[in-house]
């Protein structure tokens, strides 16, 4: 009992305790991030088509997407399948039991079809017809003919897309000169030269309109000549507009460097792309775009902010009770919960400030509201409030890290106050303020609380920044990363699609906040190494 | 030597003010912005405190003698049935518009409005009672805006002896008048099925209520209250319940939704009540909900169109009251002497009383949130259809007449008991590992610990959520015994493994770098993990017969939702332990190495000298970390928005969901209507929630001083 008592004193349990402790949350940390990467990186890269011949003769042909427990047999296990096709076969995953399988193929003729509408398709090829006629799959020559076929129709869907976008641009001063009409009859003034502007500015929109309608109507006349007929697991044939194909990937027969090059195009496509299919296909680049533009705009209000409210605390505050009041003020803001600025946004900017500005400046087009409901701007002053501490604690330690030695070399040379910190300080903080700025970055990206309250959406028509005047628009909606993961990952409709794009997103922002944080800690490393040695 | 530029130099100086000015002005803002912040929501949720008011909008004078009236639901024309037997429109000016009923002989002798105030009942001279719809329609004509008549017989029954008219009621096509009798009452009604129907009460009904659908009726004679169910076929009603009445009842009225029926009696006493499941299956007995005090006799009682506010007209004054809060609302000023009778407008913002003498008087009222109250926010509430006094959060239902059920408790009891799960599991686990860092572990691993700890800090909170809930809320519903089991085994395991290593001989405890204990400790802890969950299944069907969550519902009656308390803990712990982390760990590296070097000195091991003067002498921040880290819980939206089920429920159970305060306001607040009381509520919520985590802040900064005064002496 002693010799227990003994080793209880010394200790050796409970440093073993706390040390296991230590890599409880070590192991944490590091298995989020492992568990993120592995599970992410690997959705991209492509995997073998797989042909199942099941006992009662039918078959089912698709990639394998995971497997568990069957829970109607111990002992044997059943494999989710996507097996694509949803419009034909209406659900594009499906549980496959083991016991079921009678004989497992990937055949070498199995195509995997990326499409955009309607996901993935999955099927063998067999003839490809065009304007000059069908070539067999069995042709030699079928590979190039279909090589052809994709960037003609790519060619024209480009084309397409050119043309609608002049379309709705020829659109506009009809809407403006709608717009006009309505708020003339509203102040009761007269409207009716109005309206026959209007009636004149549709009759020109339509005169002008209707060659590019016609042109449209050509295109997709000649890229719906080109169509790939497929033949789906269960023998049925059908035929698909080559303008519908994304890829066409034959997955059992790529070797190594062609599964690392289509892994690069889909990480490429994921970044840059728009997404389709309500968000579970495509990509985030409109997601990137806001978050970027958000934080941008962000940027412009709260370092300047942070920076003079730093400048106060440390260069012009006296030991005073308003000091305090300042400091505690501060001190209370760090420790807000983001959500109480979300619906402090809401309640202030959008409903109060927003409001205002639409009865001032915007009433032709109430109720509909223009400032009066959730914008980048709004998301962006919000976010601004709740990261002001956080630029403010990094730009005093900037500030701090400043030699005393240097700041009275100045004032000795009879520099001003302001003198001494517009030259000498603030330069010398400099790594604080990026700091800062690149620890609010990180911190605004990764927010989505206060967001989801002022303005984010989950797909936004336009991009706040485009070629039409003002080309800034502060009223926009946007997306963003953080919601767009909670969006996808729990209000799609099909959840098991969507992984994919969703996990990617996780890696894309954890990537994204990773990096600004060891960039953030190296600067403020460098930072402290400086202090410590300047306060010889 | 030349002399200083004085230009250069003035200008410089004002500059330098100038700067002053505004560099001072921007430490300012931020207190302004803070002090703006709470005083904006602050004033956002004021006006739930009102009772609302109502303001006389005067009078104007009518040539006959009125009965009865109703309002449209613009509160432009009083549509007057006047003793004549004719409908006059009252408008606001004064002017008035007349409509004979035809086939009503006048005198009429009396008439009743149902609570919809589109169906007059009315007896005529020769004694005929009649029914008739009267529908005042807004018609647009481009931008103007008119009112159209609608006026039809529903019901005409042949001259019958019978009492006083209770009450009418119906919907489109279909209407029913009950007409007291000496036995109880008579329903004389139009559709399918035998008229009139008899409800038998063994004394006469002195006042009498219908719903709308004709189904039931409720009936007081002068010492009780009925509630009779009309079947489809039967020529009398059927008795479902009844229950003694203190006084002698004056007037009948149900509440928007008919569930509760309102008995106003002689005494100035209102009571409301409602038809209850009874203690055997299929009866049902009438449950008195509520009690509404006041002096004078109750004339009528007419209940609003929008909610469960109603009016209690009594013999010289009208008061507003509201039945969810229990409360009278205010009394309508300047109320005149021999009112006939008085309603509120359809829309709820305005009111009308016609008096004997020809005058048809209106108000105006303002009642933003008469369904709000401090006892309905924080106290338990008994609301139509329950039985008991509960505390139940749920902002919106199927149909117009929902009771709005806005109880904070469960929201403040669901984000305490996410983040008193969370620190059950985070702050053991990051104040241990503080204090191995700082005082067991060698310098270089602080190298290590330190940049992964702020990544951890750094994790988009809805990445951790997502995973939470997506990936480990399954993994952990398919292993729940070996996770639970683990918080058992892992330690044990590792206390084991230490007494081991202890059992090992000095030479080879020194040889082992300070990494490698860490390395053995891992080991462990890997091999307690990796055991437990191999023996899961086995220890699965020999303790709880193969499934554990019917085990669980069987043997303790605990449902299991996947997204529980316990996935929030693990969830939250990843967001908080960094926070706690930092802290203790600053707390620890400021006790001065000098006091533990002489404790080692006097013989200690590293864990005697941890205990005695270590952690002593950094409790103040190591409860600083402690509340901080709470704080942070507490605020926390995404997580719990995606790793509980966002269930209002009321439970303690780990494996429940719960809703928290953040993430109901993230959820409903996009949706609430602007200036609404939802949207009050949540504004509420919010200014809450600030001032917890003040709260919790300053509490925290203020227990840390004190301790810090205690104990600061050995760290001085």
């Known amino acids: 009992m002693t010799g227990l008592r003994h080793w209880l004193k010394e200790g050796a349990a409970q440093r073993w305790l706390a040390g296991a402790a230590l890599l409880a949350a070590l192991a944490l940390v590091v298995g989020l991030v492992v568990v993120v990467v592995t599970v992410s990186a690997g959705f991209f890269w492509p995997r073998p088509v797989l042909e199942l011949q099941l006992r009662d003769g039918s078959v089912v042909l698709g990639e394998e997407w995971g497997r568990e427990d069957d829970p109607t047999e111990a002992g044997s296990q059943r494999v989710r399948m996507k097996v694509g096709n949803r419009d034909v076969l209406g659900l594009d995953f499906r549980w496959v039991r083991e016991a079921e399988v009678a004989a497992r193929r990937t055949p070498a003729a199995a195509w995997l079809l990326e499409r955009r509408e309607y996901g993935n398709f999955y099927g063998f090829p067999q003839a490809l017809r065009s304007p000059t006629g069908s070539v067999a799959v069995t042709d030699p020559s079928f590979q190039v003919h279909l090589d052809h076929a994709l960037a003609e129709t790519r060619r024209l869907v480009q084309e397409e897309e050119a043309l609608l976008r002049r379309a709705s641009r020829l659109h506009e001063p009809v809407a403006r000169l709608r717009l006009r009409v309505a708020a003339a009859e509203r102040a009761g003034r007269d409207a009716a030269a109005l309206q026959a502007e209007l009636e004149a500015a549709t009759r020109r929109e339509q005169t002008a309109a209707a060659p590019l309608l016609a042109e449209l109507a050509e295109l997709r006349g000649r890229a719906a000549a080109f169509s790939l007929l497929m033949r789906t697991a269960d023998g049925s044939e059908r035929e698909l507009a080559v303008s519908s194909l994304l890829r066409v990937v034959p997955a059992n027969r790529m070797t190594t460097g062609a599964k690392l090059a289509l892994y690069l195009s889909r990480w490429v496509e994921f970044v840059s792309g728009e997404p389709r299919e309500s968000n579970t296909e495509g990509g985030i680049f409109p997601a990137i775009f806001g978050t970027a533009l958000m934080v941008l705009l962000m940027t412009l209000v709260v370092v300047p902010f942070g920076v003079v409210t730093a400048l106060y605390l440390n260069e012009y505050a006296g030991e005073n009770a308003f000091t305090n009041a300042v400091r505690l003020a501060l001190a209370n803001l760090a420790g807000v919960p983001s959500i109480v600025f979300g619906a402090f946004g809401l309640a202030f900017f959008v409903y109060t400030v927003g409001g205002g500005v639409d009865r001032l400046f915007f009433s032709d087009t109430l109720p509909t509201p223009t400032f009066g409901t959730g914008g980048i701007l709004w998301a962006a002053l919000t976010l601004a409030l709740l990261t002001v501490p956080v630029v403010v604690v990094a730009t005093e330690e900037g500030l701090q890290s400043v030699p005393q030695a240097v700041r009275d070399g100045a004032r000795a040379l009879g520099a001003t106050r302001w003198q001494t910190v517009r030259r000498v300080v603030l330069p010398y903080a400099t790594p604080g303020i990026l700091t800062g700025t690149i620890l609010a970055v990180a911190r605004a990206a990764g927010e989505v609380a206060p967001l989801m309250l002022t303005g984010v959406v989950k797909l936004a028509p336009a991009l706040a920044v485009d070629t039409t005047p003002p080309f800034l628009h502060l009223e926009r909606k946007f997306m963003h990363l953080g919601f767009h993961i909670y969006d996808v990952g729990f209000q799609s409709p099909n959840i098991e699609a969507a992984k994919p794009s969703v996990y990617a997103t996780v890696l894309v922002l954890l990537g994204l906040v990773v990096v600004l944080n060891l960039a953030a800690i190296t600067l403020r490393n460098r930072l402290r190494r400086r202090l410590r040695s300047s306060a010889v | ?716």
């Open chain 2, 1 to 716: 030597m030349s002399p200083l530029p004085t230009r250069r130099l003035a200008r410089a100086r004002r500059l330098d003010r100038l700067a002053a000015l505004c560099i001072t002005g921007g430490g300012a803002l931020i207190l302004l912005s803070v002090g703006f912040l709470l005083v904006f929501l602050l004033v956002e949720c004021l006006p739930l405190l009102s009772t609302g008011k109502g303001t006389p909008e005067g009078s104007v004078g009518v040539a006959f003698v009125p009965l009865v009236a109703s309002e449209d639901e613009y509160r432009e024309t009083v549509a007057v049935l006047g003793r004549d037997g004719i409908l006059h429109l009252v408008r606001r000016d004064g002017s008035s518009e007349a409509r004979t009923l035809e086939g009503v002989a006048p005198p009429l002798e009396e008439a009743t409005v149902d609570s919809s105030g589109r169906l007059v009942a009315l007896r005529d001279g020769r004694g005929s009672v009649q029914v008739w719809s009267v529908r005042l329609r807004p018609s647009w004509k481009g931008q103007g805006r008119g009112l159209e008549l609608s006026l039809k017989p529903v019901l005409v029954a042949p001259p019958l002896k019978a009492g006083p008219i209770l009450a009418v009621a119906g919907s489109d096509g279909s209407a029913g008048v009950l007409v007291a009798t000496p036995t109880g009452a008579l329903l004389l009604r139009t559709g399918s099925g035998p008229s009139p129907v008899a409800l038998d009460a063994l004394s006469p009904a002195v006042a009498g209520t219908l719903t709308s659908s004709l189904a039931e009726a409720w009936l007081a004679s002068e010492g009780e209250l009925l509630l009779f169910e009309v079947g489809g076929e039967a020529e009398v009603a059927s008795l479902v319940a009844r229950a003694p009445l203190a006084h002698r009842p004056t007037a009948l009225g149900l509440v928007l939704g008919e569930v509760t029926c309102l008995v106003g009696d002689g005494a100035g006493v209102v009571t409301a009540w409602q038809a209850v499941e009874g203690p055997m299956a299929g009866l049902r007995i009438l449950d008195r909900s509520a009690t509404f005090p006041g002096q004078g006799a109750i004339r009528r009682l007419l209940p609003s169109q929008r909610d469960k506010t109603f009016l209690a007209l009594r013999a010289d004054r009208a008061e507003l009251f509201h039945l969810t809060t229990r409360r009278r609302l205010f009394e309508l000023p300047a109320f005149p002497s021999r009112v006939v009778w008085a309603s509120l407008s359809p829309r709820r913002d305005g009111a009308f009383a016609v008096t004997a003498t020809g005058q048809v008087h209106r108000w105006s009222l303002a009642i933003p949130h008469p369904e709000v109250s401090f006892s309905t926010l924080f106290l338990p509430v008994r609301y139509e259809g329950f039985t008991t006094p509960e505390l139940v959060w749920q902002s919106t239902g199927g149909s117009s007449s929902f009771e709005t059920k806005l109880s904070l408790v469960p929201l403040i009891v669901g984000t305490f008991k996410g983040a008193l799960y969370a620190l059950l599991f985070s702050a053991p686990i990051a104040l241990a590992a503080a204090l191995y860092v700082s005082q067991f572990a060698p310098r270089r691993l602080r190298l290590v610990t330190k940049p992964m700890v702020e990544l951890m800090a750094a994790l988009p909170s809805v990445v951790v959520g997502f995973l939470a809930a997506l990936l480990f809320a399954p993994l952990i519903q398919r292993h729940i015994v070996a996770v639970l089991a683990s918080l058992v085994t892992v330690p044990l395991a590792v206390v084991a493994g230490a007494a081991l290593f202890s059992a090992l001989p000095r030479t080879v405890r020194r040889r082992l770098p300070p990494a490698g204990e860490l390395s053995l400790v891992g080991a462990a802890a890997a091999a307690a993990v990796t055991l437990t969950f191999a023996l899961e299944r086995a220890v699965t069907r020999l303790c709880f017969g193969g499934d554990f969550q019917a085990w669980l519902a069987n043997s303790v009656g605990v449902t299991y939702d996947q997204r529980n308390a316990v996935v929030v803990g693990f969830a939250l712990g990843v967001a908080v332990i960094p926070v706690i982390f930092t802290l203790a760990e600053d707390a620890f590296s400021n006790v001065p190495a000098s006091l533990i070097s002489a404790s080692l000195a006097l013989g200690a091991t590293r864990w005697q000298a941890a205990r005695t003067v270590a952690i002593p002498a950094a409790s103040p921040g190591l409860f600083a970390a402690v509340m901080i880290g709470l704080g942070r819980a507490v605020g926390e939206t995404m997580i719990v928005l995606m790793a509980t089920g966002n269930t209002p429920l009321l439970s303690l159970s780990p494996f429940n969901g719960m809703r928290t305060m953040s993430a109901c306001i993230a959820v409903e607040l996009p949706e609430a209507p602007y200036g609404g009381t939802l949207y009050r509520v949540l504004i509420l919520t919010a200014l809450l929630l600030f001032a917890v985590t003040f709260a919790i802040n300053t509490v925290a900064v203020m227990v840390s001083n004190r301790l810090r005064r205690r104990f600061g002496r050995l760290a001085a």
